[in-house]
């Protein structure tokens, strides 16, 4: 039975967005699909807190999952609600300017290709770069 979809009550947004953390993880699965690990590595964090946070996001209906053998992706659902969909793509968008985020954006181009990077890293699956159509 397919389940419907309601739109995301404003409060839920905000409180989702209210966490420098989920911003962050947020900032880096804008335009992409990413694995667990990949957030780990980038943002220093260990795998439960981040897991934690994903698991909010997802509760609020802002991002989805999908698991492929052992590893766990992550990326932005749309959004039902025009409001929400507005107040997020223009977060995303401010997120984009910040020196900080910018930084965490350059770490996961470095982290993908790095020779330095962990063998557990070279075996975890590389983020897809979703097709604007599919955000």
């Known amino acids: 039975m397919a389940r ?10 905000f409180r989702a967005l209210a966490d420098r953390t989920r911003l962050r993880l947020l900032n880096l699965i804008a335009d992409r699909e990413i694995c667990v690990c990949y957030f780990v590595e980038i943002l220093g964090i260990s795998q ?10 997802r509760k609020a209906g802002i991002v989805a999952s999908r698991r492929q053998g052992r590893w766990m992706h992550y990326r932005l659902c749309a959004l039902q609600d025009a409001a929400a969909t507005g107040i997020l793509k223009e977060t995303l968008a401010h997120l984009r300017k910040m020196r900080g985020m910018q930084a965490d954006l350059e770490k996961i181009e470095a982290t993908c290709c790095s020779p330095s990077t962990s063998t557990e890293m070279r075996r975890a699956p590389q983020p897809l770069i979703l097709p604007a159509a599919a955000q």
Not at 4 to 13: A, K, N
Not at 50 to 55: F, K, Q, T
Request: proline share 15%; no cysteine.
């Open 48 to 57: 439960p807190k981040i897991s934690r946070h994903l698991a909010y996001l």
């Open 4 to 13: 419907t979809r309601r739109p995301l009550p404003l409060d839920l947004l």
